[in-house]
């Protein structure tokens, strides 16, 4: 399982305590741009939507959304490698 995948999981467990460190843990890592695209690509809290949809919808190209968003998943491993118990405290 990669480190996204667990993150994933983490999120959904049904575990609210768990739930909320994860998304405390999202927000706290990623822009809000990142955090944005991130989050409609994978369909959290929302529809999962496509490159092309957000991109129409944030004024960006799809190479645009697609940097982000890979930006994004790099920040996110990143960061669970220091923090892999969510416990971020800035």
Do not use: H, W
């Not at 399982?1 to 994933?8: A, G, V, Y």
């Not at 990623?30 to 989050?39: G, P, T, V």
């Not at 949809?53 to 996110?76: H, N, P, Q, W």
Request: charged content about 35%; proline content about 2%; overall charge negative.
């Amino acid at each position: 399982m990669t480190k996204i995948e667990q993150l994933l999981n983490d999120l959904q467990t049904g575990n609210k305590e768990m739930s909320e460190r994860v998304e405390y843990f999202i927000r706290c890592t990623l822009k809000d741009r990142e955090m944005k695209i991130f989050l409609e690509m994978l369909g959290i809290g929302c529809m999962k939507r496509g490159p092309q949809e957000i991109c129409e919808e944030m004024g960006m190209t799809v190479d645009e959304v697609d940097r982000y968003f890979k930006k994004s998943l790099a920040k996110l491993e990143d960061m669970m490698t220091r923090y892999p118990d969510y416990n971020i405290d800035y």
